[in-house]
């Protein structure tokens, strides 16, 4: 399973077009209860502003978290072939495992997302379909 979608190789303006973005790592942790928000004295009600969304729930609420690494190769036969890959996308550079370029496009904060616990989809089916409904994914061919 991969996504296509053209990439901009960090900081060259070279883009690869249709680049074949696979995700290569998901770390599933458990958080057993509610994480609270660190307190804002400065805002009258004293909560950190944003805590209570939607989008930054995944930075608060108990259930099953998934952290996900993006390596981007050229296209499929340059990953089968083994050559090295031309992008990165994560939260964590320390799971940048080929050395390539890191090129998150804003999509670090979205590599964190609550996985669906029970589900009919399994883990990796849950994180393709997470990345789809994220701005910088939106529209890429799901092969």
């Known amino acids: 399973m991969a996504l ?3 990439y901009e190789i960090p900081g060259t303006g070279v883009v690869i077009e249709n680049a074949y973005h696979v995700v290569t790592d998901i770390k599933v ?9 660190p307190p804002d004295p400065t ?4 909560i950190t502003f944003g ?12 259930g099953y978290t998934a952290e996900i690494g993006v390596t981007i190769w050229k296209d499929k036969s340059s ?10 996308i994560g939260k964590n550079p320390a799971d940048n495992k080929y050395g390539a370029s890191i090129g998150t496009a804003g999509m670090d904060h979205r590599c964190i997302f609550l996985l669906e616990v029970p589900s009919e ?23």
């Open 51 to 62: 805590a209570n969304s939607p989008e930054t729930a995944v930075y608060w609420k108990s």
């Open 79 to 88: 990953r089968e072939l083994g050559s090295k890959p031309i992008g990165f």
């Open 4 to 6: 296509l979608k053209d």
């Open 29 to 37: 942790e458990k958080r057993m209860q509610d994480t609270p928000a």
């Open 121 to 143: 989809l399994d883990h990796m089916a849950q994180t393709y379909r997470h990345l789809l409904t994220t701005d910088y994914y939106s529209g890429s061919l799901e092969v």
């Open 43 to 46: 805002r009258p009600n004293g």
